[in-house]
């Protein structure tokens, strides 16, 4: 098992470009997330999806919109870049929103 | 509110010393979850606390749930430079549809 997996590892974009964050996972989880990882932050969630179909906003939404098609998918998209979405993104999955979260290796942003 | 502050922000020590790292909130949370991260990589479980009271071990770790629930505190014993990493604690949202991570503490073990 892969477990989750997320490209680009890094990323530079320019103020206004957009891009996709990917994230897959072959553990049949149904419950996904996304976070940002800022310096002296933790880790603040972005947006999660219970299951294919069903999204939800999370902490710091704004700026990020996502869907989720399958069971294995849940990118993240940047519509329009702003140096403040520079961060460090993790995808994370689980059985239960409360259980065991298993995270993806990263995606380093830089906005500039 | 769904705050959980960690302490240290960071901690510098020497190889074989021992800490104590902590995580409070000021509401009470059904469960806690102890995870650690490694430079360049995402986080990873070390434990999940649930009773008031509770003391988990993991080899040189000691984890232990505060009896109100509103704490919890990470113990190392002869600590070693594979300990390096961020210490993040995380806890049940509102709703308990997510898990919500405190800032985490920064720990560096000396060789």
């Known amino acids: 098992n892969a477990g989750v997996t997320q490209t680009p590892k890094f990323q530079v974009l320019k103020t206004g470009q957009s891009m996709t964050l990917q994230c897959a996972q072959d553990?049949?989880?149904?419950?996904m997330s996304w976070y940002r990882q800022d310096p002296g932050m933790g880790l603040r969630l972005i947006h999660y999806?219970?299951?294919?179909?069903?999204?939800d906003q999370g902490e710091v939404p704004n700026g990020y919109n996502v869907s989720r098609s399958t069971t294995e998918d849940f990118p993240l998209r940047l519509l329009s870049a702003a140096p403040s979405q520079t961060s460090v993104y993790f995808c994370?999955?689980?059985?239960?929103?409360?259980?065991?979260?298993?995270f993806g290796p990263g995606t380093r942003l830089t906005v500039t | 509110t769904q705050l959980l502050e960690q302490s240290p922000q960071f901690l510098s020590i020497q190889e074989g010393e021992n800490l104590t790292v902590y995580c409070n909130s000021s509401?009470?949370?059904?469960?806690l979850q102890w995870y650690r991260q490694e430079p360049g990589e995402g986080p990873v479980l070390l434990v999940t606390?649930?009773?008031?009271?509770e003391v988990k071990k993991l080899k040189r770790l000691t984890f232990q749930f505060g009896d109100a629930r509103k704490d919890s505190s990470l113990h190392i014993t002869a600590a070693q430079p594979g300990d390096t990493g961020l210490y993040l604690c995380?806890?049940?949202?509102?709703?308990?549809?997510?898990?919500?991570f405190g800032t985490g503490t920064r720990l560096t073990v000396i060789p």
């Open positions: 606390v649930v009773t008031g009271g």
């Open positions: 553990m049949n989880h149904e419950y």
């Open positions: 509401s009470v949370f059904s469960s």
């Open positions: 999806s219970v299951g294919a179909g069903i999204t």
């Open positions: 994370a999955s689980s059985l239960h929103p409360t259980y065991e979260q298993y």
């Open positions: 995380a806890r049940p949202g509102t709703g308990a549809n997510n898990l919500f």
